[in-house]
């Protein structure tokens, strides 16, 4: 009996020390939990609000759980795949991405893919990736509703500029909608690449009307920007033809220019421009707070959607003032 109860001791002690290991082990690895985020570095000035939004958001998500958060920030594709990789090397528990350009960062995601980490992407898709979840704009929709409005102001059609933001997968899927959706009746140009600069964006307004006769000028009823500091480039273009008198090129045929994203300043002109009908295709930079609850859904293990499509709304005279926000950083 006594060799028993010495074993029956024995036992429960094993299996109290095991038990104990276990749930200091469980602890551990509830406490080296990591929610990550990587994302762009000030291209311009949206990625700016969106980094706003989401420190402030992925600061908050590992408070409430009780997790430890990584936020980075890269100024070029480099940097940001260098910076995901050290990430998996930590061993984070979900990735967030805003990639600067989806082809150049596949070679990172995969990476991530590879070393079982989830990875959520935001606003910019990796081409042939498929992430844990996506949570982005409706750019196609961006291209179709610009379109739809051109064919509704112009039902004889016009010509149109188009002014790009950069090679990103954002530009192409905002010129599809818009193809897919014009008029025939329509003819468009399209006069270069920006990276998303207002000065870039009226460098190339500049040298367009330098290179281009009156005649040619007048053709244009329209211009579609893909982004607001891309159409406050062009405006700013016009503003300076405008106070100048003696200038050689006009633009009386000019009646309509797009803009997207939403920006505040963009606001404010859309509310006071007497001589265009300008309008703002928007969805909010705090949009990436989505992204982040997704990341936590995904750590915790509850269900998410793998695909978000962010509405969007279209920002004119009529409504601009319902936009406005003295605290937005964008």
Known sequence: MGVKYIRSVIVFFMIFFLCGCGDAQQDKQQEKRIIAMSMIGETHNW????????EKEIKAVAEENGWEYRFEIAKDT?????????????????????????????????VVQDAGIPLVIFDREIPDFAPAATVKGDNTGIGTMTAEIFNEQFPGGTKVLEILGDTSTVPQQRTDGFDETISGDFTKE??????WQRKDSAKLFREWIEKNPQEEIDKVGAIFTHDDEIALGILDVL?????????????????????????????????????YYLFSLTYS?????????????????????????IETIEVNKENAGEFLDENSPF
């Open 190 to 195: 399209q006069i270069g690449y920006t990276g």
């Open 78 to 110: 480099n940097e940001q795949s260098d910076e995901v990789i050290k990430l998996v090397n930590e061993g984070v528990d979900c990735i967030v991405m805003l990639p600067m350009d989806g082809a150049s960062l596949k070679t990172a995601a995969m």
């Open 47 to 54: 990625p700016v609000a969106v980094a706003y939004y989401a």
């Open 239 to 275: 503003d300076e033809y405008k106070a100048n008198p003696t200038a050689a090129k006009s633009f009386t045929n000019l009646k309509v220019i797009a803009g997207s994203a939403g920006s505040q300043e963009m606001y404010r002109r859309i509310l006071n421009e007497p001589d």
């Open 285 to 309: 930079p705090a949009m990436v707070e989505k992204a982040i609850r997704t990341a936590e859904c995904i750590i915790k293990g509850e269900d998410y959607e793998e695909m978000t499509i």
